[in-house]
């Protein structure tokens, strides 16, 4: 692994707001001069708080060899905010993601979207009709996104692929952690013929304030 991407998977490693993560990259560029800041430089970033200064001069914050094995067994990569790459449309919102790992292919055409989500627990009418609708719509041209839980969204992205269209599952988790484990053939699936997206760094566990 390189040494930029290396310190861009540290930099993830940091948990940073995105708004203190795009402060960081405006004034040095890119993570490699981020990290040969001194903390006291850090510190008179205004948009940077005590704890995020502490977590990036952590030396223990540097990518696992885990983290650096699942990447590239994985096929992961990382787009930053500023490549050609990133979404278009989640390029305009004020607070994006400094930076996003993705596995499969970022396209043109996910720009007509549709987000289809629900409960957990649905009836099994509730099941179908979300199965038959996303369906219908990739049918049409439309990518389907949703969150690759179990219920409503498992059956949205079902009916995507039922359809031989596009979906994208958008994780509360690392891009490695299949959460749920019972949708690891649906994640291989769509990591072949879609996209997982997730801001999370390698590892990172489901816990529920993530997923909003």
Not at 68 to 92: A, G, K, Q
Not at 132 to 137: A, G, I, K, M, V
Request: hydrophobic residues 40%; negative net charge; aromatic residues 8%.
């Amino acid at each position: 692994m390189n040494e930029e991407l290396a310190a861009w998977l540290r930099f993830a490693n940091a948990e940073l707001s995105p708004r203190a993560a795009h402060a960081l990259l405006n004034r040095y560029g890119t993570p490699i001069e981020v990290f040969q800041a001194s903390q006291e430089e850090l510190a008179g970033v205004p948009e940077l708080v005590p704890d995020q200064v502490v977590r990036l001069t952590d030396p223990s914050r540097a990518p696992t060899d885990k983290q650096i094995e699942n990447f590239e067994r994985l096929n992961v990569r990382l787009v930053s905010s500023t490549d050609l790459d990133y979404p278009p449309l989640l390029r305009e919102v004020a607070d994006r993601p400094a930076y996003l790992f993705v596995r499969g292919t970022i396209d043109e055409r996910d720009r007509f979207a549709v987000a289809v989500v629900g409960t957990r627990r649905p009836t099994p009418y509730g099941r179908e009709i979300a199965s038959t609708f996303s369906r219908d719509l990739a049918e049409m041209g439309f990518t389907i996104i949703s969150g690759g839980a179990m219920g409503i969204d498992a059956a949205a992205h079902h009916g995507a692929l039922r359809a031989g269209g596009r979906t994208i599952i958008v994780l509360g988790c690392g891009i490695d952690v299949v959460y749920p484990r019972a949708h690891a053939d649906l994640f291989r699936d769509i990591a072949s013929n879609g996209l997982l997206i997730t801001e999370y760094p390698l590892g990172t566990k489901p816990e529920g304030y993530r997923f909003p």
